[in-house]
């Protein structure tokens, strides 16, 4: 059996599979990202789900795919934890970006763009992924992802630039002091997720003009700086994944053709477009053909 992960800084989906691809279950635990997790955190997280701890024995291969696993060190992290569950198993792990490549892959060369908690951009040709311009996390960069939505929101009603109305219903939904907003921004790792949870005030609000235009701003300067970096953005089809993308398509749709980007698929959930990149592509290798 072969066990596949998807996983943000929020949450992660896990699949099993066998090497025909049949779905053999469907699992979930919290985010799993090294840059906040320590082996034995991952370890203990699995542990903690009973039905992905019943198959600790069984599985043959682990595919992880998550936020921060892009260095040998921090993917050492995550191949500790799960191997310490996984006893049986050949562990792979590798960045969120390159499991974003494989899931918008549909054959030819594409654009793959993360617009979820944090967001993040790859050029992948069936073989090799590539770069343009890094990722800067939640204080840097992270342009139209969910933290730096909630951002854009929480500085806009601090320096009490939000229209009186969309102020309100804040101050209705929310309690959060100046002082709140240091001790979970400035002195909390797991700050990009605190932030990204602002963002279901952003949707529930997304028909307000105000709203709408932020909307634009944020998905815009995502396009400009993280697409359009490319040279190959004009004549290659941009894959988008993530809750982001799903959930704002009407602003993407218009985004892109307002900057001559050329939108391919938008997915919510990149599991099942995961496990049959594996299928078709990566497990005929396990079995040597």
Known sequence: MILIADSGSTKCDWLLIDKSGENLGEYKTMGLNPYFHSVEVVESTLRGNAELLKLSDKVEHVFFYGAGASTPNL?????????????????????????????????????????????NSCFFDGNKVREEVPALAYILGDEGSGSWFGKQL????????????????????FNVSK?????????????????????????????????QNCVIDGIREFVKVHIKCFPEHATVTTHFIGSIGYYFNDVLTRVCKEEGVILGDVIKKPIHRLAQFHVDYLIPQLQGS
């Open 179 to 211: 002082d709140d907003l240091v001790e979970k921004v400035y002195n909390n790792r797991h700050a990009n997720v605190w932030l990204a949870a602002f963002m279901r005030f952003v949707g529930k609000h997304n028909d307000h003009p105000h709203v």
């Open 75 to 119: 993917m050492n992290i995550m191949t500790s934890g799960i191997n310490a569950v996984f006893t049986n198993a050949q562990v792979v792990v590798d960045h969120d970006l390159v499991g974003a490549a494989y899931a918008a892959y549909d054959g030819e060369p594409c654009i793959a763009a993360i617009l979820g908690t944090g967001s």
């Open 154 to 173: 929480l500085r806009e009603y601090f320096y009490k630039q939000l229209p009186q109305d969309l102020r309100c219903s804040f101050e209705q939904e």
